[in-house]
């Protein structure tokens, strides 16, 4: 089990854009697995590999209810092909930006296509909160943060807060 530590904002590693993985082979699978141990150790419902550091356009995901057994996915390169007309708004979070909660408004269903462990190509239709974590997720691989599509004052106290926070970190370790 291979815990990694959680990118933080302000860290300009947050707003890289990732490059998409040419073969899935053991050391993507090894990040697929360091992934997951990072989100459930964390603990949350989405990761992206660039909130570990590594700029590779692959996600984790599980949104198994508590008490229910766990549902590990994994996407790598995955796309949003289609979204439908409906939207829907959910309150979200972000390992990268902790304790920090906000309402966004996204599609409620998108079409994802994606490469699965196997190096398959697949595509799998998401509504409810399946739709919104990847779509969060997805939005890492681009350098996008759930505070961007919140308003832009909100979006600056958040990004203040934080820059602080770092700058103490910071000078504890002086
Ligand atoms: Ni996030």
Not at 76 to 88: F, H, L, Q, T
Not at 120 to 136: N, S
């Amino acid at each position: 089990m291979t815990i990694k530590p959680l990118i933080i904002l302000p860290d300009p590693v947050l707003r890289q854009i990732s490059r998409p993985v040419e073969t899935v082979d053991a050391e993507i699978l090894r990040l697929a697995d360091d992934m997951l141990d990072t989100m459930y150790d964390a603990p949350g419902i989405g990761l992206a590999a660039i909130q570990i550091g590594v700029d590779r356009r692959m996600l984790v995901i599980d949104v198994a209810k508590e008490g229910e057994e766990k549902q590990p996915l994994v996407f790598i390169n995955p796309e949003i092909v289609s979204s439908g007309s409906e939207r829907s708004v959910y309150e979200e979070g972000c390992l990268s930006i902790p304790d920090y909660y906000a309402e966004v408004e996204r599609p409620a269903v998108v079409t994802v296509r994606y490469i699965d462990r196997e190096g398959k190509e697949q595509t799998t239709e998401a509504d409810g909160l399946l739709a919104t974590c990847l779509q969060h997720e997805i939005d890492h691989l681009n350098g996008t943060l759930f505070i961007d599509h919140i308003s832009k004052l909100k979006r600056e106290i958040v990004i203040r807060k934080f820059a602080k926070a770092a700058k103490l970190r910071g000078s504890k370790a002086i």
